[in-house]
């Protein structure tokens, strides 16, 4: 079992290694598995920048774990999207992959990983947090202070551009109570996540 402290290790997505990217993918296929798609397969979009490339490195894509020995028991994705809104271009921390292996669920490491990808947010130098969720784990993030939104969420690039880039069916910004959240239309530019 992990320790109590959370040694939470950064890994900027242009510097990770192939191992620590097949290490994420195991994971995540443990956690989300999907026919004919293989730990290389996830490897790959691991190692893929989906981030803004005009950022700084302190706001970069990146991905945050927790290890036990050599496994990787715990992830979150966090990386810059600049979207467009009724307001003009906003940069936010896109939130993807937050995942637990389930031997180590309830032990808050879910909590300390988020809290680290939206340090970011926390300090300033990104405004908000944009995510989606499911409705059953909604309030865990809620609980931490996010809220959910109810901005029509388009892709202007897709093939149809009015329908939601998101899958799941709750989407989310953290922190809940900061001010300057757009009203109308948030245009992601690009897949969901």
Known sequence: MPTSRHDIET??????SEADALAIAELLITVWPKKDVTPSDRAVVLRTDRG???????????????????????????????VGTTMGDLTIAALASVCTAPNY???????????????????????????????RVRRWYQQLGSTAVDNQIVNSNAEDPRSCPFKDDCIMRYPADRPGWPDGEIDLRGPGY
């Open 105 to 135: 669920r309830g032990h808050h490491l879910g909590e300390a990983i988020v809290r680290r990808a939206w340090q970011a947010v926390d300090e300033g130098r990104i405004p908000f947090s944009l995510f989606q969720t499911s409705e």
């Open 11 to 16: 890994i900027l997505t242009c510097e990770m």
């Open 52 to 82: 803004d490339s005009h950022v700084s490195k302190d706001v970069a894509s990146r991905s945050l774990i927790i290890r036990d020995g050599t496994q990787v028991i715990a992830h979150a994705a966090v990386f810059p999207r600049t």
